[in-house]
T-cell receptor, first 112, second 113 residues
Framework: DQQVKQNSPSLSVQEGRISILNCDYT??????FLWYKKYPAEGPTFLIS?????DKNEDGRFTVFLNKSAKHLSLHIVPSQPGDSAVYFC???????????FGTGTRLKVLA | KAGVTQTPRYLIKTRGQQVTLSCSPI?????VSWYQQTPGQGLQFLFE???????NKGNFPGRFSGRQFSNSRSEMNVSTLELGDSALYLC????????????FGPGTRLTVT
């Protein structure tokens, strides 16, 4: 049972435009969410997080939105840059379990 | 601050052998988690340690085990290796007293032949 889903395996966006990456979850006990970026042969790099008490968190070009009723979160990257091309993972946790569940990732390609 | 380090970076083993992977967390981080990444499967949670205690475990067979030392360094061991154990093994550390954010090491690429 995949508790965290990233239904778009890939996404292509023009440089300068907005990239929107989506993530859905099924477990209503999840209360903390993370986004990571991963390049080949490297470990994931932490980007941004959000707790369930918020519906938005912003850090520079990255904004994460959380819709608890829909069990959906999204990562917005504005403006997109070629260096943003990577695989993006969302992860969710019930903070009392000390365990993160990751989605299968979305490969973002930013076209120059 | 130095990041999370993992050794070795690459490893080739034969079916039936066992392997031990090592992870040194960021200084001050007492929580270490291990993940397995295979193509198309994303990151699968193996286990989490805090202050030398395993607090949670994923759905992996008993051949996968781990431990944490008093200096927070962690090791994971896989016994009786199978071809399907070929994967990138990642560890992540965090300081739960400050935040739930996890920081990953570069991973160990294990190939089982």
């Amino acid at each position: 049972d995949q508790q965290v889903k990233q239904n778009s395996p890939s996404l292509s966006v023009q440089e300068g435009r907005i990239s929107i990456l989506n993530c859905d979850y099924t477990n209503s006990m999840f209360d903390y969410f993370l986004w990571y970026k991963k390049y080949p042969a490297e470990g994931p790099t932490f980007l941004i997080s959000i707790s369930s008490i918020k519906d938005k968190n912003e850090d520079g070009r990255f904004t994460v939105f959380l819709n608890k009723s829909a069990k959906h979160l999204s990562l917005h990257i504005v403006p997109s840059q070629p260096g943003d091309s990577a695989v993006y993972f969302c992860a969710a946790s019930d903070s009392g379990t000390y365990k993160y569940i990751f989605g299968t990732g979305t490969r973002l390609k930013v076209l120059a | 601050k130095a990041g999370v380090t993992q050794t070795p970076r690459y490893l080739i083993k034969t079916r039936g052998q066992q392997v031990t992977l090592s992870c040194s967390p960021i200084s001050g981080h007492r929580s270490v988690s291990w993940y397995q990444q295979t193509p198309g499967q994303g990151l699968q949670f193996l286990f989490e340690y805090f202050s030398e205690t395993q607090r949670n475990k994923g759905n992996f067979p008993g051949r996968f085990s781990g431990r944490q030392f008093s200096n927070s360094r962690s090791e994971m061991n896989v016994s009786t290796l199978e071809l399907g154990d070929s994967a990138l093994y990642l560890c992540a550390s965090s300081n739960p007293h400050l935040s739930y954010e996890q920081y990953f090491g570069p991973g160990t690429r294990l190939t089982v032949t």
